[in-house]
């Protein structure tokens, strides 16, 4: 690789969030995970094939994380994105009403995509333009105060499961008695067979909002060595803390519990910095 051709990672789209996003797409549309069969008698197909398939209740797979890292590239994109337009002087009034459209529009397709109403508000896309708009709307506040409403988010929705006190549905972490089922018969009229919840786009913001600060930090002027250092760092912490919380918080990915949020996050953080060590790799190959 010539001078003249060398990779600008701080303004140019960053290679790595291309791969990462790439990885996360093939997985999340491909249908790879059914090339496996858990009841196989083969211990390494059996063992994928778990792997390849939601955690029907507590519990987490590799599967899991398809959404959250999807959720979180989106935010990655974001700063890259919106510099350029900011850098090529459209207003920010101008981009609000384009993300305001876009995240309508994410929103129509979830529903177009959902097989019936009770899961409409369940699609990652209908999920995502809450995310997404949410995001956008704290991309230009200090990293302090996004990381504050995003721990913020993750808290309230714990407290709103544990305090609901409806009958019924009082109980946080049972399956279609929790406050999550209760607000998707009061919006839908009736509970996702697959036991998905509406209000999973509260706590699962962290996730986008997050992935907006990933994505400063690569855009920052900082090494490649010390981007990789603080994205693992942020992202083993994440790691630790989620699975800590998950011995007195369950880990439930279909209600996006706060021990899933941050243990997904923390694996978002680590994938990142995985892609981003792999063009550094590809880079270090080319110029020798």
Same mark, same amino acid.
């Given at each position: 690789?010539?001078?003249?051709?060398?990779? =600008?990672?701080?303004?140019?789209?960053?290679?790595?969030?291309?791969?990462?996003?790439?990885?996360?797409?093939?997985?999340?549309?491909?249908?790879?995970?059914?090339?496996f069969d858990a009841a196989s008698d083969n211990p390494f197909v059996s063992l994928m094939g778990r792997q390849m398939d939601?955690?029907?209740?507590?519990?987490?797979?590799?599967?899991?994380?398809?959404?959250?890292?999807?959720?979180?590239?989106?935010?990655?994109?974001?700063?890259?994105?919106?510099?350029?337009?900011?850098?090529?002087?459209?207003?920010?009034?101008?981009?609000?009403?384009?993300?305001?459209?876009?995240?309508?529009?994410?929103?129509?397709?979830?529903?177009?995509?959902?097989?019936?109403?009770?899961?409409?508000?369940?699609?990652?896309?209908?999920?995502?333009?809450?995310?997404?708009?949410?995001?956008?709307?704290?991309?230009?506040?200090?990293?302090?105060?996004?990381?504050?409403?995003?721990?913020?988010?993750?808290?309230?929705?714990?407290?709103?499961?544990?305090?609901?006190?409806?009958?019924?549905?009082?109980q946080p972490f049972t399956a279609d008695h929790n406050f999550g089922s209760w607000f998707d018969i009061f919006l839908t009229?009736?509970?996702?067979?697959?036991?998905?919840?509406?209000?999973?786009?509260?706590?699962?913001? /962290?996730?986008?909002?997050?992935?907006?600060?990933?994505?400063?930090?690569?855009?920052? =002027?900082?090494?490649?060595?010390?981007?990789?250092?603080?994205?693992?760092?942020?992202?083993? /912490?994440?790691?630790?803390?989620?699975?800590?919380?998950?011995?007195?918080?369950?880990?439930?990915?279909?209600?996006?519990?706060?021990?899933?949020?941050?243990?997904?996050?923390?694996? /978002?953080?680590?994938?990142?910095?995985?892609?981003?060590?792999?063009?550094?790799?590809?880079?270090?190959f080319f110029l020798l």
């Amino acid at each position: 690789m010539t001078n003249g051709a060398r990779l =600008d990672f701080d303004r140019d789209r960053i290679l790595s969030v291309d791969f990462f996003r790439g990885f996360t797409m093939f997985l999340l549309v491909s249908g790879f995970g059914q090339l496996f069969d858990a009841a196989s008698d083969n211990p390494f197909v059996s063992l994928m094939g778990r792997q390849m398939d939601h955690a029907n209740w507590e519990g987490l797979t590799f599967w899991d994380l398809i959404q959250p890292f999807f959720m979180f590239i989106v935010g990655v994109a974001m700063p890259f994105s919106f510099t350029k337009k900011w850098d090529r002087g459209e207003s920010w009034k101008k981009i609000f009403f384009g993300v305001l459209k876009r995240s309508l529009l994410l929103l129509f397709l979830g529903w177009l995509l959902s097989s019936e109403i009770k899961s409409s508000f369940t699609n990652v896309l209908a999920q995502l333009s809450f995310t997404y708009f949410i995001s956008f709307l704290l991309m230009r506040k200090a990293i302090k105060w996004q990381i504050a409403i995003s721990v913020s988010l993750i808290i309230l929705s714990d407290l709103i499961y544990r305090l609901w006190p409806v009958p019924g549905f009082n109980q946080p972490f049972t399956a279609d008695h929790n406050f999550g089922s209760w607000f998707d018969i009061f919006l839908t009229g009736g509970l996702s067979e697959d036991r998905w919840v509406a209000f999973n786009a509260i706590p699962t913001t /962290a996730h986008t909002i997050w992935g907006v600060i990933a994505g400063m930090i690569l855009m920052k =002027d900082y090494t490649p060595q010390k981007k990789v250092g603080i994205l693992l760092t942020i992202g083993i /912490a994440g790691i630790i803390a989620g699975y800590t919380l998950g011995m007195y918080i369950p880990v439930i990915k279909r209600i996006c519990t706060s021990s899933f949020i941050i243990l997904s996050g923390g694996y /978002a953080f680590v994938g990142l910095a995985v892609s981003y060590l792999l063009l550094q790799f590809r880079v270090m190959f080319f110029l020798l």
